[in-house]
């Protein structure tokens, strides 16, 4: 890593409880690729004013996780179309003080349904129980909507947002998951999130695991969940919250850099990532 600078550009994230993925992950990319830049990971305490030092101090990008990607909607100065269709931002783009929003989730998500419906034969008919109601929650939503898929259920305690999201989509919602059943199984809550009260937990029961074709975890941190143990221990495919971490970090690096690193480059990134 060069040493600080004068010159060098800033990158940062901001997370309730933040990580080391996108910080060893863009950091590595920055020295690949020789570049003057240094990423940071920070846990705000006042929103408003974090995004404010993001404007007036200069800082080119910035990536916000749970719980903030509804809230910074008011902060910014203008939505791409990735972020203000689903109404969740994930990344913020600094153009000399000029704040855009961006989702990035939605595309890792979508090319990760892609890569799951050709691998193992995952069709748009099956059912879906997406837990979680939040700005992930969207982009997850919204690419499993886009993909065809149309017998999705909404399981979450809120009613307000779970009814709202289910509504947008046109998909069921339920406040409990109780005993339900289905092919596809979708953790979009911090449930089994390292550090959180229920680091330990399962966001689904080992019954519905069982009785699923597939399970998905956005739970990037730690990269093999409690969900992700249990479904790889009933012989289930997976698609893991590290695996969304990885493209969804890239597609910020391209939008901060307007460089696009080379294959190689990008597994070495998240191999190191992984290693944190």
């Not at 886009?146 to 399981?155: E, K, L, P, S, W």
């Not at 069982?210 to 399970?215: M, N, P, Q």
């Not at 998905?216 to 093999?224: R, T, W």
Request: net charge negative.
């Amino acid at each position: 890593m060069p040493i600080l600078n004068k010159d060098m550009t800033l990158c940062i994230s901001l997370s309730a409880r933040p990580s080391n993925n996108g910080t060893r992950f863009h950091n590595f990319l920055y020295e690949a690729l020789g570049l003057n830049w240094i990423y940071k990971a920070f846990a705000p305490t006042n929103l408003e004013q974090a995004i404010a030092g993001v404007r007036g101090l200069g800082i080119r990008g910035c990536a916000v996780s749970m719980p903030y990607k509804e809230d910074v909607i008011a902060l910014v100065d203008g939505m791409d179309a990735s972020a203000k269709a689903i109404d969740s931002v994930n990344t913020i783009v600094n153009d000399g003080g000029v704040l855009t929003a961006y989702n990035t989730d939605y595309a890792a998500i979508e090319q990760l349904i892609q890569r799951t419906a050709d691998r193992d034969g995952l069709r748009p008919d099956s059912s879906v129980l997406l837990r979680g109601s939040g700005g992930m929650a969207k982009a997850t939503a919204a690419a499993f909507r886009d993909a065809g898929f149309r017998n999705v259920t909404i399981v979450a305690r809120n009613e307000t947002s779970g009814r709202a999201l289910a509504e947008l989509y046109g998909f069921g919602w339920q406040a409990e998951l109780g005993d339900s059943v289905a092919d596809v199984l979708v953790n979009v809550t911090p449930i089994g999130m390292a550090g959180g009260p229920e680091a330990d937990s399962l966001s689904f029961p080992r019954e519905a695991v069982g009785a699923a074709r597939l399970v998905f975890d956005v739970v990037a941190l730690p990269a093999e969940t409690p969900l992700i143990i249990a479904a790889r221990a009933a012989g289930k495919p997976v698609i893991s919250g590290a695996e969304v971490m990885t493209i969804q970090a890239l597609e910020q690096f391209v939008l901060y850099t307007g460089i696009r690193p080379t294959d190689e480059q990008v597994r070495a990134a998240e191999e190191f990532m992984r290693a944190g």
